[in-house]
C-alpha cells in the first residue's frame, strides 16, 4: 500500500489537506488502499476557470496516487441541460490535458437503481410522498433560529407511499402536484436536514433517456449515491457542500450501501470576474458577451480562445493549492501563469497596433534588406527568420515625441534609437497635417554601418523600437481585452446594483494592425510575442485572407500599475 504514495513533490509545495486525509487513509488500508476521485459535473453550462481547479485537483489526486478519476455528468434536471454542455466539458477536460479512460458515467445510467434506493427509504419509513407545493414547503420550513413544521402528509402509510411514488412514476400527476422528501428532522439546526425534497416531477424529455422517466432525484440524492455506485472513495467537493455532508452521509447509512468519504475545499473566486454558471449564462443570453467562448469571459473555452495553454492553467491551479477557507485570488495571478509559459514558448513577431509612418531618407528606394530576427530567445532551438526592411517603416506612434519628458529613450528631435534587428536611426524632421496639425510622417536617416550583426553595430543608443516594413506588413484585425468588470468584486453590490451595472464598457477594443509577413500562414490557436506588446493568440475567426489576433495578456502587468496609481 506504501508503494502508491508518491514521494516526489514539487519543490517547495508541503502536502495540502486532503492528500493528507489520503495518505493516512492509504497507510491505514482503508478502501483496500484505494484511491477513486471523480468530476462531475452538471451539463447546463460551459466550464469555468473555477472547474478547471476542481478538475486539476481530482484528476491529479488520482494520477498522484495510482488511482482512477471518473468524468460522471449529474444529469438530472432535464430542463436546463444539453448535450451541447456534455459536448463541451468533455473538450475542456481533455484540453486541460486529462483523460478519463473508459470511465465517462452519468447519473442517469443509475436512474433505475436511484429509484430502488428511493423504495429502499420508503420501506424504512425514512421517505415519503408530500402533496405541498415548493412554495408551501418553503414556508413551513422554518429558520436557522426556528424550527420548521412537519408536512400534513408526513405520517402516511408505508403502502400509501410506495403507491403514490409508483404512480408519479408512471406520469400519472403533472409538474409540482407530488415530491418525495426524506423523513429526517424539522427541527433540526441545519436547514437542509428538515425533510429535504429526493425527488421531483418533471414531464421534460431527457438528452439521454428521452422520456423513459418523469421524476428526477435531485442533485443532493443522486450525487452520494452515485458515488457509492461508483466505489468513490474520496468525493471531494467545494466548501458549499459542507452543510449538505450530514445529508451525503445519512442517505447512505439510510438505504445501507458503500459509504465514501465526501472532503470540501474553497471554491476558486477570481477578482474582477463573476464564477456563478448562472451569471454568465445570463451574461451570455443577454448578449452582454458574445457568447460562452467571449475571450473575457472565464469559461475555460474563452480562456483557450483567447490564448491561455493548458499548461499555464494547471500551473496556476497548483500555485493557489488547495485551501479549507474561502478567498480570493487576484487575476493577476493567473495572467503571470500565462506569460510565464508563453515566454518560453511564443515565436517573437513585430507588430504595429497605432501605426505612425517612419520614412528613411537616406535609404535606397527600392531596397529591400532581409533582417536576421531570433524567434525566442528563451529556446535557442527555435531558430531565427528574415524580417523585410526597406525605405517606409510603420512604428508605434506612442514611441516619438516632440516635446518629450525625462526619462524618455526613444525616438524624438535630436535622438537616436536602434531599430530591433535592423539600423540605428536619427530623427530630423516630421510632416504634420496643415488643418488639425497631427503628424503624419516622421523623418529620419539610417547610419548603414549599423546594421544588426555588424561591427558597429554595437553602437550604444538608449531605445529600442520595434517595426514593420509599410511595403511588406500584413494587415490583421487586433482585439484588445480588458477586465470583463471595472471593479475587484462584482458580486458585492451595493446600492441597489447588480453585477452587470458593474461590466467595464471598455473590456474590448478592437484595433487594425500591421504585422511582420512571417505570421501570414498562421492558423487558429497559433501564439507569439508581439515584441514590447504582449502575446497573441490567432483567433478562431481568421481566415488567410483577413487575419485576426485576440491580446492574451500584455508584456507586462499594466492593469496593476492602474490600480496603484488610482
Given at each position: 500500500?506504501?508503494?502508491?504514495?508518491?514521494?516526489?513533490e514539487?519543490p517547495?509545495?508541503s502536502?495540502?489537506f486532503?492528500?493528507e486525509?489520503?495518505?493516512e487513509?492509504?497507510?491505514?488500508?482503508?478502501?483496500?488502499s484505494?484511491?477513486h476521485?471523480?468530476?462531475?459535473p452538471?451539463?447546463?453550462?460551459?466550464l469555468h476557470?473555477?472547474?478547471?481547479?476542481?478538475i486539476c485537483?481530482?484528476?491529479?489526486i488520482?494520477?498522484?496516487y495510482?488511482?482512477?478519476?471518473?468524468?460522471?455528468?449529474?444529469?438530472?434536471?432535464?430542463v436546463k441541460?444539453?448535450?451541447?454542455y456534455?459536448?463541451s466539458?468533455?473538450e475542456?477536460?481533455?484540453?486541460?490535458?486529462?483523460?478519463?479512460?473508459?470511465?465517462?458515467?452519468?447519473?442517469?445510467?443509475?436512474?433505475?437503481?436511484?429509484?430502488?434506493?428511493a423504495?429502499?427509504?420508503?420501506r424504512?419509513?425514512?421517505a415519503?410522498?408530500?402533496?405541498?407545493s415548493a412554495e408551501e414547503i418553503s414556508e413551513?420550513?422554518g429558520t436557522p433560529?426556528?424550527p420548521?413544521k412537519?408536512s400534513p402528509?408526513?405520517?402516511?402509510t408505508?403502502e400509501?407511499?410506495?403507491d403514490?411514488?409508483?404512480?408519479?412514476?408512471?406520469?400519472?400527476?403533472?409538474?409540482?402536484?407530488k415530491v418525495?422528501?426524506?423523513?429526517?428532522?424539522m427541527a433540526?439546526?441545519n436547514?437542509h436536514?428538515r425533510?429535504?425534497?429526493i425527488?421531483?416531477i418533471?414531464?421534460?424529455s431527457?438528452?439521454?433517456t428521452?422520456?423513459k422517466?418523469c421524476?428526477?432525484?435531485?442533485y443532493?440524492?443522486?450525487?452520494g449515491?452515485?458515488?457509492?455506485i461508483?466505489?468513490?472513495?474520496?468525493s471531494?467537493?467545494t466548501l458549499?457542500?459542507?452543510?449538505?455532508?450530514p445529508l451525503?452521509?445519512w442517505l447512505?447509512?439510510e438505504?445501507?450501501?458503500?459509504?465514501p468519504?465526501?472532503?470540501?475545499f474553497?471554491?476558486?473566486n477570481?477578482s474582477y470576474?463573476?464564477m456563478?454558471k448562472r451569471?454568465?449564462?445570463?451574461l451570455?443570453?443577454?448578449?452582454k458577451?458574445?457568447g460562452?467562448?467571449d475571450p473575457?469571459?472565464p469559461?475555460?473555452?474563452?480562456l483557450?480562445r483567447?490564448?491561455?495553454?493548458?499548461?499555464s492553467?494547471?500551473?496556476?491551479?497548483?500555485?493557489?493549492g488547495v485551501a479549507?477557507?474561502?478567498?480570493?485570488?487576484d487575476i493577476?495571478?493567473?495572467?503571470f501563469?500565462?506569460r510565464?509559459d508563453?515566454n518560453?514558448?511564443a515565436?517573437?513577431?513585430m507588430?504595429?497596433?497605432?501605426p505612425l509612418?517612419v520614412?528613411?531618407?537616406?535609404?535606397?528606394e527600392d531596397l529591400?534588406?532581409?533582417?536576421?530576427?531570433?524567434?525566442?530567445?528563451?529556446?535557442?532551438?527555435a531558430g531565427?527568420r528574415?524580417?523585410?526592411?526597406a525605405?517606409?517603416?510603420?512604428?508605434?506612434q506612442?514611441?516619438?515625441m516632440?516635446?518629450?519628458?525625462n526619462?524618455?529613450?526613444?525616438?524624438?528631435?535630436?535622438?537616436?534609437v536602434r531599430?530591433?534587428?535592423?539600423?540605428?536611426i536619427?530623427?530630423e524632421?516630421v510632416i504634420?497635417?496643415?488643418?488639425n496639425?497631427?503628424?503624419?510622417?516622421?523623418?529620419c536617416t539610417?547610419?548603414p554601418?549599423?546594421k544588426s550583426?555588424?561591427?558597429?553595430?554595437n553602437r550604444?543608443?538608449?531605445g529600442t523600437?520595434?517595426?514593420v516594413?509599410?511595403?511588406?506588413a500584413?494587415?490583421?484585425?487586433?482585439?484588445?481585452?480588458?477586465?470583463l468588470?471595472?471593479?475587484?468584486n462584482?458580486?458585492?453590490?451595493?446600492d441597489g446594483k447588480t453585477?452587470?451595472?458593474?461590466?467595464n464598457?471598455?473590456s474590448?477594443e478592437?484595433?487594425?494592425g500591421y504585422?511582420e509577413?512571417?505570421?501570414?500562414?498562421?492558423v487558429?490557436?497559433?501564439?507569439?510575442?508581439?515584441?514590447?506588446?504582449?502575446y497573441?493568440s490567432?483567433?478562431?475567426?481568421s481566415?488567410?485572407?483577413s487575419?485576426?489576433?485576440?491580446?492574451?495578456?500584455?508584456?507586462?502587468?499594466?492593469?496593476?500599475?492602474?490600480?496603484?496609481?488610482?
Open positions: 500500500m506504501e508503494e502508491n504514495i508518491r514521494k516526489e514539487i517547495g509545495r502536502l495540502n486532503i492528500e486525509i489520503i495518505e487513509d492509504l497507510l491505514t488500508g482503508k478502501n483496500d484505494r484511491v476521485t471523480r468530476f462531475p452538471e451539463p447546463n453550462g460551459y476557470i473555477g472547474h478547471a481547479k476542481s485537483l481530482n484528476f491529479g488520482g494520477k498522484k495510482n488511482g482512477k478519476t471518473n468524468l460522471r455528468f449529474d444529469d438530472t434536471n432535464p441541460e444539453d448535450i451541447e456534455v459536448d466539458i468533455k475542456d477536460v481533455k484540453w486541460l490535458g486529462f483523460d478519463w479512460e473508459d470511465r465517462e458515467f452519468y447519473a442517469s445510467d443509475y436512474f433505475e437503481q436511484l429509484y430502488d434506493f423504495l429502499v427509504l420508503i424504512k419509513g425514512k415519503y410522498v408530500c402533496d405541498m413551513i420550513r433560529t426556528r420548521g412537519e402528509y408526513r405520517n402516511r408505508v400509501k407511499n410506495i403514490l411514488f409508483t404512480r408519479m412514476r408512471t406520469g400519472e400527476f403533472p409538474d409540482g402536484a418525495l422528501r426524506a423523513k429526517i428532522d433540526s439546526p436547514m436536514m425533510d429535504p425534497v425527488y421531483r418533471i414531464h421534460t431527457h438528452h439521454r428521452g422520456d422517466w421524476i428526477y432525484p435531485m443532493d440524492f443522486a450525487h449515491q452515485s458515488d457509492s461508483e466505489k468513490i472513495t474520496h471531494i467537493c458549499e457542500f459542507e452543510v449538505h455532508r451525503y452521509d447512505i447509512e438505504i445501507g450501501i458503500y459509504a468519504r465526501q472532503i470540501e474553497a471554491r476558486l477570481l470576474t463573476v456563478s451569471k454568465l449564462l445570463e451570455v443570453q443577454e448578449k458577451v458574445n460562452w467562448d473575457r469571459m469559461t475555460i473555452c474563452g483557450r483567447r490564448g491561455f495553454t493548458s499548461e492553467i494547471r500551473n496556476f491551479a497548483d500555485i493557489i479549507k477557507r474561502d478567498n480570493v485570488i493577476s495571478l493567473l495572467e501563469c500565462v510565464e508563453l518560453r514558448k515565436f517573437r513577431v507588430g504595429v497596433l497605432n509612418k520614412i528613411l531618407d537616406n535609404y535606397p529591400v534588406e532581409e533582417m536576421e530576427a531570433t524567434n525566442n530567445p528563451e529556446d535557442t532551438s531565427s528574415k524580417v523585410p526592411f525605405k517606409e517603416l510603420y512604428i508605434e506612442e514611441d516619438f516632440e516635446n518629450p519628458p526619462k524618455f529613450f526613444r525616438l524624438a528631435p535630436g535622438r537616436e531599430l530591433r534587428s535592423g539600423y540605428i536619427k530623427y524632421s504634420k497635417d496643415p488643418v496639425g497631427q503628424i503624419l510622417e516622421v523623418h539610417y547610419d554601418a549599423t550583426g555588424m561591427p558597429e553595430s550604444k543608443v538608449k523600437l520595434h517595426w516594413s509599410v511595403k511588406h500584413i494587415k490583421a484585425e487586433i482585439r484588445l481585452y480588458d477586465r468588470f471595472v471593479v475587484e462584482p458580486d458585492n453590490s451595493e453585477y452587470k451595472d458593474y461590466l464598457p471598455n474590448l478592437v484595433k487594425t504585422i509577413p512571417s505570421v501570414e500562414n498562421s487558429a490557436g497559433q501564439k507569439f510575442q508581439f515584441e514590447r506588446l504582449g497573441f490567432v483567433d478562431y475567426d481566415t488567410p485572407e487575419l485576426v489576433f485576440n491580446c492574451v495578456v500584455p508584456l507586462k502587468d499594466s492593469w496593476t500599475k492602474k490600480e496603484k496609481a488610482k
